[in-house]
């Protein structure tokens, strides 16, 4: 999944739950269900959400939402397999963006 954030230093979970199309809910829920998702909390305890923790957001819901994966089975992935797996998505994630620019360069033809 390709998200579309600016660059910051921490991001709200509006903004977060808004680039994932899912609701903030979900990210809460995540947060407790995943020990790699520490955001940190200002004085009012609201998250503030880093670009390390975007990336493994975005790890977490390619592993549940687009591959299928149960909670229990994408925490041991991430437990046992997290480089292997980090790879593997980075790879995809370059593809992606790759084929992005080729169809925007196709539609300018």
Do not use: C
């Amino acid at each position: 999944m390709q998200i579309d954030l600016p660059e910051k230093r921490y991001y709200g979970i509006g903004e977060v739950a808004r680039a994932f199309g899912v609701n903030a809910s979900l990210i809460r829920f995540w947060e407790k269900e995943f020990d790699v998702l520490q955001p940190k909390k200002n004085a009012k305890g609201n998250r503030k959400f880093t670009p390390q923790d975007i990336k493994n957001l975005q790890l977490i819901y390619h592993l549940v939402k687009e591959r299928g994966f149960t909670l229990d089975g994408a925490r041991i992935h991430l437990k046992e397999e997290k480089q292997k797996t980090l790879s593997n998505f980075d790879i995809i994630q370059k593809l992606e963006r790759v084929k992005a620019e080729l169809n925007k360069i196709k539609d300018q033809l």
